[in-house]
């Protein structure tokens, strides 16, 4: 299967699909757009913190800088938006330039498991849908803790994966993507935020929201392959489109999760 072969292609046809904020949606209805629930999610993730204009805000593995923009409009406070990819980084700053928010983001380099930043200088870090992607998860939430200042919070959503549901064929591609044997559920997470020194406020299971989320961005490419037929090749696009149903079918059987936690770093 081709479910964990992902590759600068694939990543178009994602940007394509999905628009300058690939991450997950939360749904009120099978009629909400794509990116009407992706903002949703966001608004019920900020929802708690009591984030104003003198807060610094670190968000790491940004991409294109959507939640950045949206932080920084929500709250009027500073956001240093980072990630690996200077690629990502200069289509984030490209979007962000002209925006009312561009004067409250920069937009740095900066590995989430080797922060180039000070002890306790942030108020607020916040990841979304890419501690996946990492190989070192505790080195990320311990990074994540030293950065924040006390009683500073810790955002976190992520597409997570159930292994005990996985069929032998399914859990050898996962680690294959993965380049790990250790594959993570939900309640992994939770230890792994508490034991970085976190005290967990809250844990949202969004498994329904994963199901429609994927569902409907494999039919928006279904949709738009008669278009991208035009710019891209038709085995790029015939491997994007199994990837995408691969993603749908997982979330349907309640194999792949959204998950939603939010922490705090102890005033003391």
């Not at 925006?99 to 990841?127: G, V």
């Not at 790990?180 to 935020?193: C, L, R």
């Not at 490419?221 to 085995?235: G, N």
Request: proline share 4%; charged share 30%.
């Amino acid at each position: 299967m081709d479910l964990y072969r992902e590759d600068a292609e694939i990543e178009e046809i994602c940007a394509r699909i999905w628009g300058d904020d690939i991450h997950y949606g939360l749904y009120e209805g099978e009629e909400d757009r794509i990116e009407e629930a992706i903002r949703r999610a966001k608004a019920v993730m900020a929802e708690p913190l009591p984030l104003s204009s003198d807060s610094l805000v670190l968000q790491v593995s940004c991409g294109y800088g959507g939640a950045a923009r949206y932080l920084a409009e929500r709250f009027g406070c500073r956001v240093v938006a980072t990630d690996a990819s200077e690629r990502q980084l200069r289509e984030a700053r490209c979007l962000t330039a002209g925006t009312p928010q561009a004067e409250l983001i920069s937009f740095e380099l900066a590995d989430y498991h080797r922060l180039p930043f000070r002890d306790a200088e942030f108020d607020c870090w916040w990841c979304q849908e890419a501690l996946l992607q990492s190989t070192n998860k505790p080195r990320v939430l311990t990074e994540a803790f030293r950065v924040l200042k006390p009683g500073g919070y810790a955002v976190l959503s992520d597409q997570i994966l159930r292994p005990i549901r996985f069929n032998p064929q399914e859990l050898r591609a996962v680690r294959a993507r993965l380049r790990t044997d250790t594959i993570v559920g939900p309640a992994d997470y939770t230890a792994m935020i508490q034991h970085a020194g976190f005290e967990l406020l809250e844990h949202r299971n969004w498994q329904k929201h994963a199901a429609i989320h994927r569902r409907k961005i494999r039919d928006r490419l279904a949709e738009l392959m008669p278009v991208l037929i035009e710019e891209l090749a038709p085995d790029t696009l015939e491997r994007g489109y199994r990837t995408s149903n691969d993603w749908a079918e997982l979330a349907e059987a309640g194999k792949l999760g959204f998950d939603f936690y939010l922490a705090r770093k102890p005033s003391s």
